[in-house]
């Protein structure tokens, strides 16, 4: 069974830092891109990150320069380090990855709330 597990989240003043986790199980981790979402309160879920199996990167650019994705296969685990963050970024943060045949799979989501 396929199974995303975010963590991280947490409450941070504006300019701080956090860096999410989210760890996979059920699949081959290392054949698969990753990507980490978010969705604000009355907005549509965005993509933010992606990583490919060969750990190119992507990212929107509201958050280029300030974001990295990265990825350990060892630990079946991608993350995101968040830093100069800013009340914007305040957002549910999701876990995804969309297998051959197309299916996407999401974690739980894991709240980052940004204070002015």
């Known amino acids: 069974q396929v199974q995303l597990v975010e963590s991280g989240g947490g409450l941070v003043q504006a300019g701080g830092s956090l860096r999410l986790s989210c760890v996979a199980s059920g699949i081959t981790f290392r054949r698969y891109g990753m990507n980490w979402y978010r969705q604000a309160p009355g907005k549509q879920r965005e993509l933010v990150a992606s990583i490919t199996s060969g750990s190119n990167t992507n990212y929107v650019d509201s958050v280029k320069g300030r974001f990295t994705i990265s990825r350990d296969n060892a630990q079946n685990t991608v993350y995101l380090q968040m830093n100069s963050l800013k009340p914007e970024d305040t957002a549910v943060y999701y876990c995804?990855?969309?297998?051959?045949?197309?299916?996407?799979?999401w974690g739980q989501g894991t709240q980052v709330t940004v204070s002015s």
């Open positions: 995804n990855f969309q297998n051959w045949g197309g299916q996407n799979y």
